[in-house]
């Protein structure tokens, strides 16, 4: 009796959290899913008579070439990002790992960066890649890289790398942050047999730090991917996708189906397409974490 | 003091010290300098940012930027709203996220292990996923054009997040302390409030904070859901104001630095939990 009674209280305080994340993310999803069935535009929003079309949507995306380009940046974006922010923050991480007095304090600090609203770091981002007042052409000139300005983000080859820079900056502390914290979990005395035994700093690195680090680094990467697939704040203000798309990803490129064209619909597909992505990767990082779980 | 300068100096571990500590600045000098960057910018005058040569201090300083922000009643008004939203999704984001984190924390509800693996799977639905479907739904209801309708959006990813870093926290209170409480005659909900909430002040910060600067650095739902300019937080204004100052980017800049007040704020006063509580989230639980 009294365990039951014990149980429901658990309930008490459980329940409101829970049923307030289902109504307001799980009622919205199958809504998003079924409107990705139907022909939703402005032209029968009012009306509300928006017939079903089965998969017309997808077979209409997919088809697409635009679509198909928007795939790809997506991919790009993602995978690009992901390599440079991980090895980065990996070689950071590293460092900040070594025990010395400024070491927390200033790890801490890089993490502003990650916490910047992003549409401000866009923002910035738009003036450091600017043509005539941007800091990267002046310092390049000045290096002797380059011999006249780049249009980092006018020309329709270069603003994608532009766009990964920014994101790099704002991924790198938070990378950083949790392999940092899987270097330090890693027991000195391990390190210590090793060396004992005759290993390098290469061998210990090889042999000891992956191994070990392996969880840390594929939670990093997944968790990596999952917020870097589903970009969209840092290209709203930065690009605005352009020029010619060569910067817009799935999120922007939903919102601007739903928002810009009033094609609700295509713009309901796009994130369903954007959400099959992510809960691939999405389910390989809860196997990977649920054992941990209790 | 002398003697220890020299000790320092001549130990290797204390040169050992004092290099690597000049290189993590180094480091800190160079990966910060963009923001570096946005303050300088703001504080040049017109002259110097239209000059041919780019400058990297202000030659003449200005506070010109900023007072031009502060005097504008449409910056003024952004900033408001910027405000109400966060605080509005903070406060429904901590009433639904606390009791929820306790609820799961203490007690051994069934289902625990599925309710938080899907709360973990809700922090990987992007906002643009989830826009259109909320746009609609939000139309029918007619909170289009409120601060509720963001605030919503942005809590319902705010409350599995605070399940997530504030669980760990309320499962290492010892059992004995609402034992004793409930002996000493506190309800349910005294102990919670009087006895629970107390007890992890530092996890509750962290919590408070951060959903207070996730609805702070919001863009996707309040630029979408607040058709009217005059409604949307300055982050979605960043984009208005831009244009209208065309390449007056010492005020744009001045924009910037004003929105990124609070995440410098935050930082110096609360960093050490924020590292902590951020860890805590991503790799266990």
Known sequence: ??????????????????????????????????????????????????????????????????????????????????????????ILALFFSKKFKLAGPIRGLLLIAYMMPIAVTAMLGKNIFGVSEGLINDLLLKMGFISEP?????????????????????????????????????????????????????????????????????????????????????????????????????????YKLSFTKYQFSMGAATGMVLFCCLLVIGLFYLRLIAGEED | MLEKIKFTLNSRRGRKNIIFSFLAMLIAVIFLFPIYWLLMM?????????????????????????????????FLCSLRNSFMIATTSMLLSIIFGVPAAYGMGRYKVSGRKIILLTFLVTQMLPPSLMLTPMYLIFNNLGLLGTYLAP????????????????????????????????????????????????????????????????????????????????????????YKFQSKYGTRWNAIMAYGAILVIPVILVFVFLQKYIVGGLTAGAVKE
């Open chain 1, 1 to 90: 009796m009294k365990i039951a009674a014990k149980k429901f209280e658990g309930y008490i305080f459980a329940l409101p959290g829970f049923i307030y994340t289902v109504v307001v993310l799980g009622y919205p999803l199958i809504y998003n899913l079924i409107l990705s069935f139907k022909d939703l535009n402005i032209r029968n929003l009012r009306s509300g008579n928006a017939v079903l079309v089965g998969l017309a949507n997808y077979k209409q995306l997919f088809t697409d070439s635009t679509f198909q380009l928007i795939l790809r940046n997506t991919f790009i974006f993602t995978i690009g990002s992901l390599v440079f922010q991980f090895t980065i923050g990996f």
């Open chain 1, 150 to 254: 780049v249009q980092w983000l006018v020309s329709t080859s270069t603003a994608l790398i532009a766009v990964i820079a920014v994101n790099c900056w704002i991924g790198i502390p938070f990378n950083m942050l949790i392999l940092t914290s899987g270097l330090t979990n890693i027991p000195q005395r391990v390190y210590d047999s090793a060396a004992v035994d005759g290993a390098n700093a290469w061998q210990r690195f090889y042999h000891i730090t992956l191994p070990l680090m392996r969880p840390a680094i594929m939670a990093v990467l997944m968790l990596g991917f999952i917020y870097t697939f589903k970009a969209f704040d840092l290209m709203f203000i930065m690009t605005r996708g352009g020029p010619l798309n060569s910067t817009d990803v799935l999120g922007t490129y939903a």
């Open chain 2, 42 to 74: 703001s504080f040049k005058p017109d002259i110097e940012i239209f000059a041919k040569v780019l400058t990297y201090y202000p030659h003449e300083f200005t506070i010109q930027p900023w007072l031009e922000n502060l005097q504008n009643q449409e």
């Open chain 2, 151 to 238: 605030a919503i959006a942005i809590s319902s990813g705010a409350v599995p997040f605070i399940v997530i870093i504030l669980r760990p926290y309320f499962k290492s209170i010892p059992r004995s302390l609402d034992d004793a409480a409930r002996i000493d005659g506190c309800n349910l909900f005294q102990s919670f409030f009087r006895i629970m909430i107390p007890a992890i002040k530092t996890g509750i910060i962290v919590v408070v904070v951060i959903s207070f600067l996730s609805g702070w650095n919001d863009l996707a739902y309040s630029m979408t859901f607040n058709v009217k300019a005059e409604m949307r937080p300055l982050t979605a204004n960043i």
